[in-house]
């Protein structure tokens, strides 16, 4: 299995391959894509991508944790975190390894 990361430019550089746009307007694209996105899960809305899978923002409450180092109570404040949840499409690809 490869450690490799995939970055905007990757992305940038797959839309440029396969679409055929400008590099300038292949990078404009994956900004606008990624952007949008944020813009969209930062309102309170969740986002759907059909065969791949969907993002949505979950509060959690407050709580109280404990440093693992010196045992001590810390409480952890109310927050808002961002949960991905695979489709099925995407776990039959990924578990094929097409």
């Known amino acids: 299995m490869s450690a ?3 970055t905007r ?3 940038a550089e797959a839309v440029y391959q396969q679409v055929g746009l400008s590099r300038n307007e292949s990078a404009d694209l994956v900004e606008l894509l990624l952007n949008e996105i ?3 899960l930062i309102s ?3 986002v ?3 065969s791949f899978g969907s993002f949505t923002i979950r509060e ?3 709580r109280i944790g ?3 180092k010196t045992g001590v109570e810390v409480p952890i ?3 808002k975190v961002l949960v991905f949840r695979a489709s099925h499409v995407l776990k039959d690809k990924i578990n094929d390894g097409a």
């Open 9 to 11: 430019a990757d992305l």
């Open 48 to 50: 759907k991508i059909s």
């Open 4 to 6: 490799r990361t995939v």
């Open 66 to 68: 404990r440093n693992p």
């Open 77 to 79: 404040s109310p927050r």
């Open 44 to 46: 309170g809305d969740n």
């Open 38 to 40: 944020s813009k969209t």
């Open 60 to 62: 959690k409450g407050e």
